[in-house]
């Protein structure tokens, strides 16, 4: 089993939708999470870290859920240029540093 | 503010060849990764480093070293490039393990 396992999707909506994507990960020594956006063939870029108490940006939402040890993040109102595929990342700090990427869940927003 | 810079851009080796894949920021951070990304998978880590002199391993290290003699500068080693090592590599930087990650355009490198 992945240690931080994503649905590679495709989500397939149309413009003005609300989606969701989770994120689950195995090791409950995990402390720092985040979400990352990927365009095609681009690096991947911070979307927004991920608070115990659950955190929104604009349109973006995401949560922590420690006790089933998933992340979550919300879009509302989709645009065309949200279509890109979604990271998630896990810090593990145990007897080690590292941070520990999903395969990513890819959104396309139709017009 | 350059960020994170890693060259090249592009690299074609034959199987058996070593190259060293340079990164380098100018962010003064102190933790540095080296991540692979290949279709379905996702980005794997390969090897990390929490500051100056010292490295530790990620999750797929076989193949490649890695030394961090300044703050600054983080080069991958391939020892000796197979086919399997086809793949887009990542250099990454943050101000601590835990902290967001600043990531390089990317090297897209092809063992033939």
Known sequence: ?111 | NAGVTQTPKFQVLKTGQSMTLQCAQDMNHEYMSWYRQDPGMGLRLIHYSVGAGITDQGEVPNGYNVSRSTTEDFPLRLLSAAPSQTSVYFCASGDQVNSPLHFGNGTRLTVT
Do not use: H
């Open chain 1, 1 to 111: 089993r992945k240690e931080v396992e994503q649905d590679p999707g495709p989500f397939n909506v149309p413009e003005g939708a609300t989606v969701a994507f989770n994120c689950t990960y195995s090791n409950s020594a995990s402390q720092s999470f985040f979400w990352y956006r990927q365009d095609c063939r681009k690096e991947p870029k911070l979307l927004m870290s991920v608070y115990s108490s659950g955190n929104e940006d604009g349109r973006f939402t995401a949560q922590l859920n420690r006790a089933s040890q998933y992340i979550s993040l919300l879009i509302r109102d989709s645009k065309l240029s949200d279509s890109a595929t979604y990271l998630c990342a896990v810090t593990r700090m145990d007897s080690s540093y590292k941070l520990i990427f999903g395969s990513g869940t890819r959104l396309l927003v139709r017009p």
